[in-house]
């Protein structure tokens, strides 16, 4: 079996993600903060809190979050519009090429 391409992506929520991070979380550093919606909508949410240092990069629309997981061949790269309301719009401008630029 080859290696998988250096590039590739898949979308989609990562609700049943099963992998093991390089770095693990901490469930004791978990707590309930706000999360913006959209406008000044906001939900109390669970948010992990890690300490360390990770790839991230921002662009005028989106930032960019890449947490690698154990083994080194594989990440998952959180892409969080800067506004709410333009999320519809990255998600349809988001492609692999996209994905590579940033």
Known sequence: MGSPPRNSSAS???DLFKGYWTRQF???KTKSMPFRLTGNDTVEVPMMIPLGHFP?????TVQILQ???EGGNLS???VLPREPED???IEEQMTAAVIDSW
């Open 56 to 60: 991230f990069g921002m662009t005028n």
């Open 87 to 89: 999320l519809l719009s």
């Open 26 to 28: 901490e469930e004791a």
């Open 67 to 69: 947490l690698p997981c």
């Open 12 to 14: 989609g929520q990562c």
């Open 76 to 78: 998952m790269i959180i």
